[in-house]
């Protein structure tokens, strides 16, 4: 693959991934979302192209050819694990990369129903047991295991937004610690520690999700405290 040059988002996608992402606008934003916080974060090296001032133009944000392989990887997490701060947490913290792989890894092989709808993907496990490894995701690309290319933030399914997130919202009938897990892989802190709270299990999976979802409230709330303290 030539990565020489430089490339806007579209044409790295389609480039990566062969997608065209005028054709998925659901995708497009999520792609944009993600690669702004990547940005933001030192991950993604972007620039932009073209006077803004000029009548009738627009800036291009480009990417150069040598950052395909972290906008890759960062799209095939973000399919896997959903918030672009958990995706940029995996390229930049070693333990909180060790720590998803490790649930991630105990939620997908313990849960029969992933197996049932043919989930499981040889290139998922490879994907896990990279994100385990002292690998660099800035240089190494990971094995893509979304079968046909078709990614969850496209929302083409039931579910959409990250795969973990499907996979905890595929029974039926929801029980407590899979209603935690689903509310906290869709963004939904306050819900997801409600019943964290409540929660009593011997699951270890669901141990170590009700252990991070109190974490992540307590330090939640402590910001919005410290907020208030500023006003």
Do not use: W
Request: charged share 20%; net charge neutral.
């Amino acid at each position: 693959m030539v990565t020489e040059g430089y490339f806007t988002q579209a044409e790295a996608v389609e480039r990566l991934f062969g997608i065209v992402l005028a054709k998925h606008t659901v995708f497009k934003n999520a792609v944009s979302t993600l690669a702004t916080a990547l940005n933001k974060q030192g991950v993604l090296p972007l620039q932009k192209e073209g006077n803004n001032y000029a009548a009738g133009s627009r800036q291009r944000i480009t990417l150069p050819g040598k950052a395909l392989t972290v906008l890759s990887n960062a799209i095939i997490l973000q399919g896997l694990f959903g918030e672009p701060k958990t995706v940029v947490s995996l390229f930049k913290d070693s333990a909180a990369r060790a720590g998803h792989a490790d649930r991630a890894r105990s939620l997908l092989l313990e849960r029969q129903s992933v197996a049932n709808v043919g989930l499981i993907r040889h290139e998922l496990l490879q994907v896990l047991d990279l994100l385990g490894s002292s690998v660099d995701l800035t240089q190494e690309r990971l094995p893509n295991p979304f079968d046909n290319n078709v990614f969850p933030q496209m929302g083409l399914s039931d579910y959409g937004g990250n795969l973990l997130r499907a996979l905890a919202c595929q029974t039926a009938a929801l029980s407590q610690g899979d209603s935690m897990m689903a509310h906290y892989l869709n963004g939904e802190l306050e819900q997801a520690h409600k019943l964290a709270s409540k929660l009593h299990t011997q699951n270890t999976i669901l141990q170590k999700y009700q252990r991070l979802i109190v974490r992540d409230y307590h330090e939640a709330q402590d910001f919005d405290n410290l907020l208030d303290d500023l006003r």
